[in-house]
């Protein structure tokens, strides 16, 4: 029997960053991916954008999140030999209101430093009239499919991935260890993303689960310089494809894709751009939404050896390297508190109340 100290349950973004930091820091580990389970990080578009449009502030942290994303995706490619982030600024069609808060937004040197420009006319063909064209900075994509599976061959190779659906039946969290195929290991970390919500040992945190569908589309007269975003996203993935989308459902938590999904995400798309395109692809996944919109991080309230990161959500691309070292140190260091907006027992307080 193969003596480890932790097992990682779950192999999307949150497992797969993890798994990385712990082998930097040299932390025996093993992977446990199950062959049922589905994950929604391989239909997540992995778009980053370091401006919420809505009111147009900075997201939640990005002047910490930023250079941490940058650094640990450039050190992956370079680990798993291909390019997988891509840099590329948005361009979002303004109306009067919108311009007229982008301009006044521009004097903030915290905001202004992610607008290059705001345009009176668009710098791309095939884009509907706006009152104006608002270009941000710092925003790109990550290939996620072809992350993740860069990364589980990586892991694989290496033994360190137990193909195993997690029985929570067969384990006692009072036991000073844990036990799976030929593996006993110290210590779990849950990484489950949505299924999150089947985890007995974390029946308090208050999750709000969400299905998002996506399209792919043939466009070949369209502009692969930009992410386009205006109420849709349109992110060029190469040989004039692109992903659009997306749609929010609370309801139907189905992966199951729908005919209402498309017809929304058309309907927007139609309202945006001016060039003929193919629907090749649908996709449907449901994000691991936390209620405050927050990552999770942190050791479980009465059994020490279990532990969890989740809730990396729609901003997950960029959260996930920066809160895996603060993963990390969580695990690691006693009594570390990390983000009180991202610990464990934030919800502890509130079943309190």
């Not at 990682?8 to 389970?37: C, H, P």
């Not at 589309?217 to 060029?236: G, M, Q, Y």
């Amino acid at each position: 029997m193969k003596k480890i100290e932790f097992l990682i349950v779950g192999q999307g973004l949150a497992g797969t960053i993890l798994a990385f930091e712990m082998l930097r820091n040299n932390i025996d580990f093993r992977i446990v991916s199950s062959l049922v389970k589905s994950k929604a990080s391989l239909v997540a578009a992995g778009m980053v954008n370091p401006l919420v449009f809505k009111r147009l502030t900075q997201s939640w942290l990005v002047d910490d999140l930023w250079p941490v994303m940058q650094k640990t995706y450039s050190e992956l490619e370079n680990i798993l030999g291909e390019r997988f982030y891509f840099k590329k600024d948005i361009l979002k069609p303004l109306s009067e209101d919108e311009k007229l808060l982008w301009q006044k937004k521009q004097i903030n040197p915290e905001i202004a430093k992610y607008i290059v420009s705001i345009d009176a006319i668009s710098k791309v063909k095939h884009i509907s009239k706006a009152a104006g064209y608002g270009r941000v900075t710092g925003s790109g994509y990550l290939k996620m499919n072809t992350f993740l599976n860069l990364a589980e061959s990586y892991f694989r190779a290496r033994n360190l991935v137990i193909d195993s659906t997690f029985n929570f039946n067969q384990i006692n969290p009072v036991d000073n260890s844990f036990e799976i195929e030929n593996i006993t290991a110290d210590k779990i970390v849950f990484c489950e993303g949505h299924h999150v919500t089947e985890n007995p040992f974390f029946p308090f945190i208050k999750m709000n689960p969400t299905k998002g569908e996506v399209l792919l589309i043939h466009a070949p007269e369209l502009s692969e310089e930009f992410i386009l975003n205006k109420k849709v996203f349109v992110l060029p993935v190469g040989n004039r494809r692109f992903k659009v989308g997306s749609t929010y459902e609370w309801k139907d938590l189905t992966e199951t894709t729908t005919e209402n999904g498309k017809a929304s995400i058309v309907e927007r798309l139609d309202n945006l751009i001016l060039s003929d395109y193919k629907i090749e692809e649908q996709h449907a996944g449901i994000r691991p939404t936390v209620s405050d919109r927050r990552p999770i991080l942190g050791i479980h309230p009465e059994f020490k050896n279990i532990s969890i990161f989740n809730g990396l959500g729609t901003k997950g691309i960029m959260l996930a390297p920066f809160f895996a070292k603060e993963m990390i140190r969580v695990l690691t260091i006693d009594n570390y508190f990390t983000q009180k907006e991202a610990r464990l027992d934030r919800f502890l307080s509130d079943a309190k109340r």
